[in-house]
């Protein structure tokens, strides 16, 4: 394939390992980008690298955009903007969006583009390349095109640039307003002005009139009173500020931030934000990484610091997924909504946590695999489960296996169904609603969340029918229960919290946990079923992510992004292929109401 054919900014990589995406950062905004080039692998498959380039161009087209609005592009149309930006000043909220609000914002957001435009062209050390700059206003108008047509993905996209234009002159949304349709709806006022500006500019380029004269009263802060004298914002008070605003449904990730920023603060020390440094990123990351697994433990018992205990030598230390997948990613998550809410009042724009690992621990660990037939045999068929299925108060331990078993869901999937609505039957298929949706008759204590952010109805395998599930269920709807396990309690909305860690300490009494295959991976808890049912699914030729939730993707991840799968897949269509699933294991039937719905 010759080059000449390839999008813009794609080429051949050097090393003969498929495409790559590059892109020089303009000089002008070099400084807030914090590199000179963008560049990522595209793989090896052409056309999904293509697609690939051409969402990166976009992407990075927003980046430099939005680096000049921070940097240069500045209306300079009133002396109550530029004071907006002072650290000693309150930002005005604004707790209802109005016609003459959008109104001033759009005369502001053409006057900040128009703006920005000038000072690149006067203040840059080369002649703008007019082609290019075309092309540059032509992808960027067509993302705010999409946003303009209410394209969820690219109205979202324009959220930072948003926040920065208000805050440079002198506003803020109030709480309530953030995540509703008001923010979205002037989202996607803020992308129509920037195409409008878009379009003015691409007249001045091309020697043409501008297609309309913008004549508005630009955004005004109604009375700008300095704020009593203060400090300036310092880390503390931005990581608290960061941990009290995390979204309540990601409780695993708001662990991860709540243990590593304030490791953070701790080896770097607490400090104005205007003085957080490169330095003090790459000393932290530097330093965690020779930090001993489970190292909170060992502080807690001999009551050393993060850097003594550092300073120890160790025989194992951090593993590479750790360090890149909770270290790393937490610390870039904060300094990402730190330049998006803080670099206003001195927050620095160019940290990154690219800081290489040095360990030695780079294979994948503690990866679970498949249960074989025996093992099966031997989760259902023993002294224990003889007790429990037999017991009314301990059968609902049985039906969690049970169903992770052949739904081979997450276990918070499965433990925030609703017995009141989140199944049914329909033209003699029984079937499960995954789902993150409230409904009518929610359970207060359960934040439901799915993981992939798209819900699913999958129907129930014949043994869990033969063995009674629909009749359990309806049992419980007529309890009035609200979740599938009433006997355990929610964890921070988390239904499946308490059931987690009930599996892996089963596993544990019947000596199932632990053991491990030839490459290394064992069996561990719950997520060991979702590899039982797809690798037994495939073992019989069968592909089952669609029952288990995961995606099944094509060649063309954007294509994949636009489809509607309930009409690709149907419901009997899942039947055949569930049909397939046969672990060679027949259940025992529990005790309770043993499927008298499903007789």
Same mark, same amino acid.
């Given at each position: 394939?010759?080059?000449? &054919? ?8 050097? +090393? ?5 995406? $590059?892109?020089? !950062? ?38 430099? *955009? ?15 903007? $530029? ?79 948003? &926040?920065?234009?208000?805050? $440079? ?21 803020? *992308? ?28 005004? =802060? ?67 990484? @020779? ?7 060992? $502080? @807690? ?64 660990? +503690? ?11 031997? #989760? ?13 108060? @301990? ?12 739904? /081979? ?18 033209? /003699? #298929?029984?079937?499960?609603?995954? &789902? ?9 204590? !359960? ?18 029918? +033969? ?15 609200? =979740? ?35 490459? /290394? ?54 039947? !055949? ?23």
């Amino acid at each position: 394939m010759d080059e000449i &054919t390839m999008p813009q900014f794609m080429s051949k990589n050097p +090393r003969g390992t498929g495409y790559q995406f $590059r892109r020089g !950062v303009p000089a002008d905004v070099r400084t807030s980008i914090g590199k000179r080039e963008f560049k990522l692998a595209l793989g090896g498959n052409f056309q999904v690298a293509s697609q690939r380039c051409r969402e990166l161009a976009v992407e990075t087209d927003r980046q430099i *955009a939005a680096a000049r609005a921070s940097n240069t592009s500045q209306p300079v149309v009133t002396g109550e903007a $530029r004071q907006a930006s002072a650290p000693n000043v309150l930002l005005t909220e604004v707790h209802e969006i109005d016609s003459d609000f959008i109104a001033k914002l759009h005369t502001t957001v053409i006057e900040q583009v128009r703006h920005g435009d000038k000072n690149q062209r006067y203040r840059g050390r080369e002649a703008i390349n007019v082609p290019e700059k075309l092309q540059e206003i032509e992808r960027i108008r067509n993302w705010a095109a999409m946003a303009r047509n209410g394209d969820k993905i690219a109205v979202e996209g324009w959220s930072g640039m948003l &926040t920065s234009t208000l805050k $440079r002159n002198g506003y803020q949304l109030a709480q309530a307003l953030r995540g509703s349709q008001e923010e979205r709806m002037l989202l996607i006022e803020y *992308a129509s002005a920037y195409r409008d500006a878009l379009d003015t500019l691409e007249s001045e380029y091309l020697g043409k009139n501008s297609p309309a004269a913008f004549s508005g009263m630009t955004l005004k =802060r109604p009375a700008l009173e300095p704020a009593p004298t203060q400090d300036v914002l310092r880390l503390s008070a931005a990581i608290n500020e960061f941990l009290a605003n995390l979204p309540p449904e990601k409780r695993s990730v708001n662990e991860k931030h709540g243990f590593v920023l304030p490791a953070f603060l701790e080896v770097v020390g607490d400090m104005p934000i205007t003085e957080l440094r490169q330095s003090h990123v790459k000393d932290f990351l530097l330093t965690v990484q @020779k930090l001993p697994p489970r190292w909170s433990e060992l $502080r @807690k018992r001999d009551n050393k610091s993060i850097r003594l205990l550092a300073s120890q030598e160790w025989p194992e230390t951090l593993a590479l997924s750790t360090y890149e997948g909770t270290y790393c990613s937490s610390l870039r998550t904060f300094i990402k909504r730190g330049v998006a809410d803080w670099q206003d009042v001195g927050f620095p724009t160019a940290l990154t946590t690219n800081i290489s690992y040095l360990g030695s621990r780079t294979k994948v660990e +503690r990866k679970q695999r498949a249960l074989r037939t025996h093992e099966i045999q031997s #989760i259902f068929f023993n002294s224990r489960m003889e007790k429990i299925v037999r017991s009314p108060e @301990k059968v609902h331990k049985f039906w969690l296996l049970a169903i992770e078993l052949y739904t /081979g869901a997450r276990v918070r999937e499965i433990c925030q169904l609703n017995p009141q609505y989140d199944w049914g039957e329909k033209n /003699g #298929i029984w079937w499960l609603r995954i &789902t993150d949706e409230v409904g009518a008759k929610s359970d207060p204590d !359960v934040i439901k969340s799915v993981k992939t952010g798209k819900p699913r109805t999958i129907p129930m395998h014949a043994e869990l029918v +033969r063995i009674g599930l629909p009749g359990y269920l309806e049992s419980l709807r007529k309890k009035g229960a609200r =979740r599938l396990f009433p006997s355990w309690a929610p964890t921070q909305g988390d239904a499946g919290a308490a059931p987690g860690k009930w599996v892996a300490n089963y596993l544990r009494s019947i000596g199932i946990h632990g053991v491990a295959n030839e490459l /290394g991976n064992a069996v561990r808890g719950s997520h060991t079923f979702r590899h039982t049912l797809l690798t037994h699914g495939r073992k019989n030729s069968v592909n089952l992510r669609c029952i288990s939730g995961h995606h099944e993707k094509s060649d063309n991840e954007v294509a994949d992004g636009y489809e509607d799968e309930t009409m690709l897949l149907k419901l009997a269509d899942m039947v !055949v292929r569930l049909k397939e699933l046969n672990y060679g294991v027949m259940l025992p039937v529990p005790a309770g109401p043993a499927g008298s719905l499903a007789k």
